[in-house]
């Protein structure tokens, strides 16, 4: 029956780690702003090889 | 292919920078058009630094330069001046975070991050979309500040530098308070649920015997945080309150927590029960949830401007005919400064040189621009349209006539306890019936049993712990909020709602309110007009100060204004002159086309142009009052007693009465002070009043009403604070509004009611004596989700009917 002690140790601790990871979020601002990321995350890391590479491909495919 | 092309072209122009109808193909690069130099410019400054990535974004995305003028950011290299704008410099690191009223797309955010790109001094730079800022991070020794305010505006981008701008932080940081108690709270409530299951099941065999008191010591421990951090709140409130003798709904509230706190450390310390720790932990969770929902706001609006964020940062000073600059707040009366083109007078001033059209429609509401002479004085607030003047200032900034006006006592006093929010008066009967409750029960039971007492006094207490109560407003008015602000009528608080709901009277004012600004519909219907006929035409405009005609000269595209001869004006009818040796004539059907046949179809007015007596089409000009505004009015006349302030004088009063009827007060040429003046006069007859203005004159009674709405073109425009901002599309919707804010007003007394039947049904167990844990574990949840449930859902099911969704 001991063993149950040490579950609820354990799983106060994994709870209380959610805790901890939730106020660093908001902590860290992630709540601040929930819009601009979901656009930047869909920019382009490096357009100038884009540019070169894409009339090659479409040579190809021709 | 090429023939395909080539029709596209001619159907519609569109320039590759911003979108805008470009009149001819003339300005391009490549296959690129476009609409000015201006857009040009940007496209090649991108171009050069590799950043054309902006226009694959979104489509067309830039900012039309046409109407840009040329600004003298020389004021930035003011040390102190810049020490007011910047976060914080370490001498070679700054951070500093602008406003970009512009940020409109996704390509935006491209080209305000990658200003690094653009010049190498800057290290980081990071927009917030909903925002609309920008935060750059910057090498001292690689640019300047300047340099980069310099870059931001000639890409499109000029920030909106005031003084003002510095004071918003503070509600952010209460809203992150906020997410750490709500988290917190949740975390213990779960926690302390899991805990309380063998309770909830009644197990009763010998090993869950011996782990009971440890679990019961757990939620001891996970309770702490949430009675002493996340519910603390309700605590101070309800402490603030009573000290000044005002039993708001925090009262009851916080009664419910402590007693369910207390109750539970007696039980389990004493070991006679389980304690109510997961109701009291469940309760904070949905209240602060409450709150949340409540506390929306619009993060990319100002709802507290004063002129500050309106008039400019800094003035051009002539001294010994070298140009400098001065932060405007170290203006000293006799500074003489240069006002050009478009900008602002920062101060009560005296002309000294050159020619005065001032603007004063933001100010007073007068809309054609006033022509001074030298010597004349000139309030501050106004515009001044034409060629650079040169102004000595009589008075300090702070001191002038329109400034003046936020000296007034009524920005002074906090305006929070206006009207008691209805929760409010609800939950002072609300306690003392509940306190009387208790100590009947207690005393019902003490000669039988002591403890049997003590339990129904905390059981009624806790029972009675108003959460669905506080509930209700939360998320009825967040919700109305919500459904406001999703027809572009945006609240500062949801305070502003119930308010909203008990106003007896309005008062509109009348430039930019009830009639639209400056740029009425204008169209021209005939054969379209050469680039010569236009040179004429507008030439001919540019010397009369008719309303009509300075609304056909801002349509008509920039050409060169040619001199004019034998100009006559007849008022009414209109002008006409001799211009390069053409006969011009512009004005109304009679007048120009001597058909006296009226055409009475059109509600329009229509301008008639006539050029060496052959008629060449009309302008259109479409009604300058607002869309609707007959219906608005109509219905909202029965209901309200309206007035109308104008700073105008009283020309349109006939047109006026076309719209309200005879009961309507109008009052004409009205100081920012008479119409201060006037709304506190309203309210001391016992009105309550809602003021719906636009300009900065009318700032003082915006402030003064019990609702003070501001209309706006643009939302994102200035607008002098306030407690709504009305975009002016939705002007029409007036009525649907203030309807809509009484039926919120309804949803939230049946919620009441819903939770009151709650409170009886779990009473009649409290006064008994007999309330366990289980009761208290489902009813307090239930009752409060129910409530959350029933006041979200049929707000929106009555918006729906009402056809605001």
């Keep these: 029956m001991e063993v149950i002690f040490v579950l609820i140790g354990f799983s106060s601790f994994v709870a209380l780690m959610f805790l901890a990871a939730y106020i660093w979020s908001v902590k860290t601002g992630q709540y601040d702003d929930n819009y601009t990321p979901s656009v930047r995350i869909l920019f382009d890391s490096e357009v100038k090889k884009n540019k070169k590479e894409q009339p090659e491909v479409e040579h190809k495919k021709i | 292919m090429n023939q395909v092309e080539e029709i596209n072209i001619k159907e519609k122009l569109i320039c590759y920078h911003c979108g805008e109808e470009c009149k001819d193909d003339e300005i391009k690069i490549g296959n690129k058009l476009f609409c000015c130099n201006g857009c040009k410019t940007v496209y090649e400054l991108l171009d050069a630094n590799d950043l054309c990535t902006y226009y694959n974004i979104d489509e067309n995305p830039g900012l039309s330069k046409k109407n840009d003028i040329k600004k003298n950011f020389d004021f930035l290299d003011d040390a102190e001046l810049k020490e007011k704008i910047i976060d914080f410099t370490d001498g070679k690191i700054t951070t500093v975070t602008f406003s970009i009223p512009q940020t409109h797309c996704s390509s935006c955010i491209w ?27 910057f090498d001292e020794t690689k640019t300047t500040l300047k340099n980069i305010v310099i870059l ?126 997961d109701s009291m932990t469940a309760l904070v969770f949905f209240l602060i949830v409450g709150k949340m929902f409540q506390n929306k706001t619009y993060a990319a609006l100002n709802f507290e401007r004063n002129y500050k964020s309106y008039f400019p940062i800094a003035v051009t000073m002539k001294k010994n005919n070298i140009e400098t600059t001065k932060p405007v707040d170290k203006l000293e009366v006799k500074d003489r400064i240069i006002i050009k083109n478009g900008e602002l007078i920062p101060a009560d001033s005296v002309l000294i040189n050159g020619v005065a059209f001032i603007d004063y429609s933001f100010v007073t509401g007068e809309s054609n621009p006033v022509e001074k002479i030298n010597g004349d004085l000139i309030y501050a607030g106004g515009r001044q349209v034409g060629g650079a003047i040169e102004v000595e200032t009589v008075k300090e900034v702070s001191q002038s006539y329109l400034t003046q006006l936020w000296n007034n006592k009524t920005f002074t006093k906090d305006d929070e306890s206006k009207i008691d929010a209805f929760v409010n008066v609800v939950s002072r009967y609300f306690t003392f019936i509940v306190i009387a409750i208790a100590s009947v029960a207690a005393i019902y039971w003490f000669p039988i049993s002591s403890s049997l007492a003590f339990n129904a006094l905390t059981a009624v207490l806790i029972i009675a712990c108003p959460c669905a109560l506080a509930l209700s407003t939360p998320f009825t008015l967040g919700s109305s909020m919500r459904i406001f602000g999703r027809n572009k009528f945006y609240l500062k608080s949801t305070h502003v709602i119930e308010k909203l709901a008990a106003i007896t009277s309005i008062v509109f004012d009348k430039t930019g309110t009830i009639t639209e600004t400056q740029n009425a519909n204008v169209e021209f219907v005939g054969d379209s007009l050469s680039d010569y006929e236009t040179q004429l035409a507008k030439s001919l405009v540019h010397n009369s100060s008719h309303p009509l005609s300075k609304n056909i000269f801002n349509i008509l595209h920039e050409v060169e204004i040619l001199n004019i001869s034998n100009y006559k004006e007849i008022p009414g009818q209109g002008i006409s002159a001799i211009i390069d040796g053409h006969n011009v004539q512009i004005g109304s059907r009679v007048y120009v086309t001597e058909n006296s046949n009226k055409d009475e179809s059109n509600l329009s007015t229509q301008v008639y142009l006539s050029i060496d007596d052959n008629v060449r089409g009309f302008f259109k000009i479409t009604n300058s009052y607002r869309p609707k505004l ?18 105008d004088n009283d020309g349109e009063r006939n047109s006026l009465l076309d719209i309200f009827d005879q009961k309507t007060e109008m009052l004409f040429k009205q100081s920012p002070y008479d119409k201060l003046n006037y709304i506190e006069n309203l309210q001391n007859k016992g009105n309550e009043v809602l003021m719906i203005g636009d300009g900065l004159n009318d700032a003082g009674a915006l402030k003064r009403s019990d609702v003070g709405i501001s209309i706006s073109e643009d939302v994102n425009n200035f607008s002098p604070a306030c407690d709504g901002i009305l975009d002016s599309k939705s002007f029409k919707k ?72």
């Design chain 2, 152 to 277: 931001l505006d000639s890409i499109g981008y000029e920030p909106d530098l005031n003084l003002a701008d510095k004071e918003v932080e503070k509600s952010a940081l209460i809203n992150k308070k906020l997410w750490y108690k709500i988290g917190v709270a949740g975390f213990a409530a779960g926690n302390i649920m899991l805990f309380s299951f063998p309770e909830y099941l009644s197990l009763n065999d010998m090993a869950t015997d011996n782990i009971k008191p440890v679990f019961s010591y757990l939620n001891i421990l996970f309770s702490l945080p949430v009675f002493f951090y996340s519910a603390s709140d309700y605590f101070i409130s309800a402490y603030k309150g009573l000290r000044k003798k005002i039993v708001n709904v925090d009262v009851p509230i916080s009664i419910g927590i402590l007693v369910l706190f207390l109750r539970s450390l007696f039980e389990i310390i004493s070991q006679t029960g389980a304690g109510y720790l």
């Design chain 2, 630 to 647: 007959k219906e608005v009015i109509s219905s909202l006349q029965n209901n309200y007693k309206l007035s109308i302030l104008s700073g």
């Design chain 2, 111 to 137: 080209i305000l991050e990658n200003l690094y790109k653009m010049d190498e001094g800057v290290i980081h730079s990071e927009a917030n979309f909903l925002k609309k800022i920008v935060s750059i991070k």
């Design chain 2, 734 to 805: 007036l009525d649907d509004f203030i309807k809509f804010s009484k039926t919120s007003k309804n949803i939230i007394i049946l919620s009441f009611i819903i939770s009151f039947i709650y409170n009886i049904v779990g009473l009649s167990f409290a006064v008994q004596g007999t309330l366990s844990p289980v009761i208290s574990a489902i009813l307090m949840p239930l009752s409060s989700i129910s409530v959350v449930v029933f006041a979200t859902l049929s707000t929106n099911l009555m918006a729906k009917r009402k056809g605001l969704i």
